[in-house]
């Protein structure tokens, strides 16, 4: 399981992190203090990637991810600095990305993936749902070790569901995560894709229809 730091003074946006973090199959540390953390990382610095505040006490976060490139760790910065000589700043410093408070969590945890691919501390192991096997970097399908062969936006809208399993994906989020966030086309769309997985992979009562929101993949823990 991949270690998230979790450094933001904001109680309940650090709450809200955490938590999605959880249950996207990641284990977060908390942190709302920079001094604080500062301290602790000298201890334990065994983390795949912080997500980091600029406004912080104690020390802020452009002091701080020069230690955390120290123990090389990347960052992406979560900040409400939202002005073009801070995002540069940031950037020219050595932060993998830097996202704009407010934002929405099915993009952090995007980007959260894209920077552990770029590093390669993404799962590397097979994933196996009932009798299916998903092999990501072959971008292959099998069923009881039969190739199945799905088209390659039902191959990713399939890892779309495993990648955020347990919960509920709207339509549109799922638009936004395959085809980006300027997609004009029909939100029905996506329920096309998702009756060919289901048909295709048996995964009937593996992929859920929630009713007037979108679907949930049930998978358990």
């Known amino acids: 399981m991949k270690k ?59 002091e701080l991810l020069e230690e955390l490139k120290a123990h090389k760790i990347p960052v992406i910065y979560l900040t409400a600095k939202g002005d073009i000589s801070s995002k ?17 969590m099915l993009e952090l945890l995007v980007r959260i993936d894209n920077v552990l691919k770029r590093y390669g501390r993404e799962d590397p192991e097979e994933i196996h749902i009932k ?12 069923k009881d070790g039969m190739e199945i062969s799905l088209q390659p936006m039902e191959y990713d809208c399939l890892l779309a569901f495993w990648k955020y399993k347990n919960r509920v994906m709207t339509r549109d989020q799922l638009l936004n995560l395959l085809w980006g966030v300027d997609f004009e086309g029909e939100s029905r769309t996506i329920d096309v894709h998702v009756a060919n997985i289901r048909k295709k ?4 009562d593996v992929i859920i229809t929630v009713p007037r929101v979108g679907y949930r993949m049930e998978v358990p823990e």
């Open 131 to 142: 009798d299916v096997v998903i092999h990501e970097k072959k971008r292959t399908v099998t």
């Open 4 to 62: 998230i730091l979790v450094i933001e003074d904001e109680i309940a946006i650090n709450d809200l992190i955490c938590m999605n973090l959880e249950i996207a199959g990641y284990e977060p540390a908390a942190f709302l203090d920079g001094a604080e953390f500062s301290r602790h990382l000298k201890e334990k610095d065994d983390y795949d990637l912080a997500l980091l505040d600029i406004m912080l006490p104690g020390k802020d976060g452009f």
């Open 88 to 104: 540069v700043k940031g950037l020219k410093s050595g932060a993998e990305d830097y996202i704009v408070k407010p934002f929405e």
């Open 201 to 204: 992979l048996d995964f009937f």
